[in-house]
């Protein structure tokens, strides 16, 4: 019944490495959004898709890589990664593009790189 | 430059007593403002949000924010304070950019109410 859940919810990697974070929303929304949240608790748009298609790309280095398969769907790829990716990524939607929707949060991933 | 602005790292408080947690915002045009809550280890969640229409807006958990458009301000306030709504706040504006928007946050406001 988790409007949007977010997988894994904790990941613990080696600099280097690469991996993905997924996300899925079960409220018919049209819009989804990744978001990174710093150690600070500072929040900052990464990326946003609508109906699958990318909106915003927030200056993002290019080792991150969202992929929407679907609508209900908005996962993040990370290829080699550093320290600094360390954070709890968050994924929302919202149920479209119109300023004036809310969006909806998923739980967070807090990635660990060590 | 278009933003928000919270002007406290954290507000203290004891319960039962009102509490404001304070928000300013930079927008060029009618702003789109909102209010998030996030419980430690937890995502965000919407409180409230202003559009237009009354400037005062009631939203969950008994919150209410009052919209000033003379003071670029978007306060958030509660008559009584409860021991649970101690969390991390949020008060977020919608800048619209071309043919597109995004919501931009402030940097959180900490509200501890004490017993």
């Known amino acids: 019944d988790t409007a949007v859940s977010q997988t894994p919810k904790y990941l613990v990697t080696q600099m280097g490495n690469d991996k993905s974070i997924k996300c899925e929303q079960n409220?018919?929304?049209?819009?989804m959004y990744w978001y990174k949240q710093d150690s600070k608790k500072f929040l900052k748009i990464m990326f946003s898709y609508n109906n699958k298609e990318l909106i915003i790309n927030e200056t993002v280095p290019n080792r991150f890589s969202p992929k929407s398969p679907d609508k209900a769907h908005l996962n993040l790829h990370i290829n080699s990664l550093e320290l600094g990716d360390s954070a709890v990524y968050f994924c929302?939607?919202?149920?479209?593009?119109?300023?004036?929707?809310?969006?909806?949060f998923g739980p967070g991933t807090r990635l660990t790189v060590t | 430059a278009q933003s928000v602005a919270q002007p406290e790292d954290q507000v203290n408080v004891a319960e039962g007593n009102p509490l404001t947690v304070k928000c300013t915002y930079s927008?060029?045009?009618?702003?789109?403002l909102f209010w998030y809550v996030q419980y430690p280890n937890r995502g965000l969640q919407f409180l409230l949000k202003?559009?237009?229409?009354?400037?005062l807006v009631k939203g969950s958990y008994g919150f209410e924010a009052e919209f000033n458009k003379s003071q670029t301000s978007f306060h958030l306030k509660k008559p009584s304070a409860l021991v649970s709504d101690s969390a991390l706040y949020f008060c977020a504006v919608r800048l619209l950019r071309g043919g597109y928007n995004k919501l931009i946050f402030g940097a959180g406001t900490r509200l501890a109410v004490h017993p």
């Open positions: 929302a939607s919202s149920q479209d593009t119109s300023p004036g929707f809310e969006q909806y």
């Open positions: 409220l018919g929304h049209d819009t």
């Open positions: 927008v060029s045009g009618n702003p789109y």
């Open positions: 202003y559009i237009t229409g009354d400037n």
